[in-house]
Nanobody
Framework: QVQLVESGGGLVQAGGSLRLSCAASGNIFRINVLSWYRQAPGKQREPVAAITSDGSTNYADSVKGRFTISRDNAKNTVALQMNSLKPEDTGVYYC????????????????WGQGTQVTVSS
């Protein structure tokens, strides 16, 4: 089973930047899609950005031009560079791995990290 561990959250003023990281561990052969989601207080979890194993990316409209997702396939890591942060970016950010294939197995699964808090003050 894959395990995901996020890091890099914190408190920042509006207009500032943060970089989130997520490391996947386990007997991983390939991860098809790595994504970041966030959940603000009282709201549903929503997708923020995603990146495929070949580097294709997708962003929520609310973060386009401000956030950049990247991954290192050799290290099974994904990062989210967040610039020009706004108070509405506040929430718990979760890393998600989808289509996780393991060495010696034809089966795939998915997993969530435990989340990291991002707070943007106005």
């Amino acid at each position: 089973q894959v395990q995901l561990v996020e890091s890099g959250g914190g408190l920042v003023q509006a207009g500032g930047s943060l970089r989130l990281s997520c490391a996947a561990s386990g007997n991983i052969f390939r991860i098809n899609v790595l994504s970041w989601y966030r959940q603000a207080p009282g709201k549903q979890r929503e997708p923020v950005a995603a990146i495929t194993s070949d580097g294709s990316t997708n962003y929520a409209d609310s973060v386009k031009g401000r956030f950049t997702i990247s991954r290192d396939n050799a290290k099974n890591t994904v990062a989210l560079q967040m610039n020009s942060l706004k108070p509405e970016d506040t929430g718990v950010y979760y890393c998600n791995a989808a289509g996780v294939y393991y060495s010696g197995s034809p089966y795939a699964n998915s997993a969530w990290g435990q989340g990291t808090q991002v707070t943007v003050s106005s």
